[in-house]
T-cell receptor, first 114, second 116 residues
Framework: AQSVAQPEDQVNVAEGNPLTVKCTYS??????LFWYVQYPNRGLQFLLK??????LVKGSYGFEAEFNKSQTSFHLKKPSALVSDSALYFC????????????FGTGTRLKVLA | NAGVTQTPKFQVLKTGQSMTLQCAQDMNHEYMSWYRQDPGMGLRLIHY???????DQGEVPNGYNVSRSTTEDFPLRLLSAAPSQTSVYFCASSPPSGALGSDTQYFGPGTRLTVL
């Protein structure tokens, strides 16, 4: 069965510092991996995805993620955090059979301190 | 495009009442789905549809019904509401298989439901 783990409920980082939000996954076959962000009282917004190809994926708002097959990880990163990056971040894995059923992680709340 | 729209934004029900959460998209997306979001549990898939007339169960389907009579609409019905169904509900859609972005979901703003 597919699963996604986000080991940290909350991550605190000072503005201007690099940030990392961790995600590990378990799937059979090749994974489709995603990061979504949720701002307060809003729906989820797509940030980036890994389907195939280059292990470093660049996405919206300066975020990037690195796919590591041997460690089954897909950590979200940003070189310099902004206060406006404070939000809830979800990692997800998609069923590659074509039905697009997502399995979401439990979410990590990122707090960027001024 | 309005994208994915959901109504109502908020709803309070009493145990045993029924209601329908509405979801519509104007992007001609084939795939639509319903999730519920609960604290500490992320999003869990309730039901999904890969096209008009086709629906299937997700991870937590009990207590919910869906239908997909048109490409645009995908309503979620609670037949007899229970306090355990207090949650925030999100609808999402994706472009047709093989189309640009077909593996990315677009989410509505959510419906916050409280069952007393």
């Amino acid at each position: 069965a597919q699963s996604v783990a986000q080991p940290e409920d909350q991550v605190n980082v000072a503005e201007g510092n690099p940030l990392t939000v961790k995600c590990t996954y378990s799937v059979s076959g090749n994974p489709y991996l995603f990061w979504y962000v949720q701002y307060p009282n809003r729906g989820l917004q797509f940030l980036l995805k890994y389907i195939t190809g280059d292990n470093l994926v660049k996405g919206s708002y300066g975020f990037e993620a690195e796919f590591n097959k041997s460690q089954t990880s897909f950590h979200l990163k940003k070189p310099s955090a902004l206060v406006s990056d404070s939000a809830l971040y979800f990692c997800a894995v998609s069923d590659t059979s074509g039905t697009y059923k997502y399995i979401f992680g439990t979410g990590t709340r990122l707090k960027v301190l001024a | 495009n309005a994208g994915v729209t959901q109504t109502p934004k908020f709803q309070v029900l009493k145990t045993g009442q029924s209601m329908t959460l509405q979801c519509a998209q104007d992007m001609n997306h084939e795939y639509m789905s319903w999730y519920r979001q609960d604290p500490g549990m992320g999003l869990r898939l309730i039901h999904y549809s890969v096209g008009a007339g086709i629906t299937d169960q997700g991870e937590v389907p009990n207590g919910y019904n869906v239908s997909r009579s048109t490409t645009e609409d995908f309503p979620l019905r609670l037949l007899s509401a229970a306090p355990s169904q207090t949650s925030v509900y999100f609808c999402a859609s994706s472009p047709p298989s093989g189309a640009l972005g077909s593996d990315t979901q677009y989410f509505g703003p959510g419906t916050r439901l409280t069952v007393l």
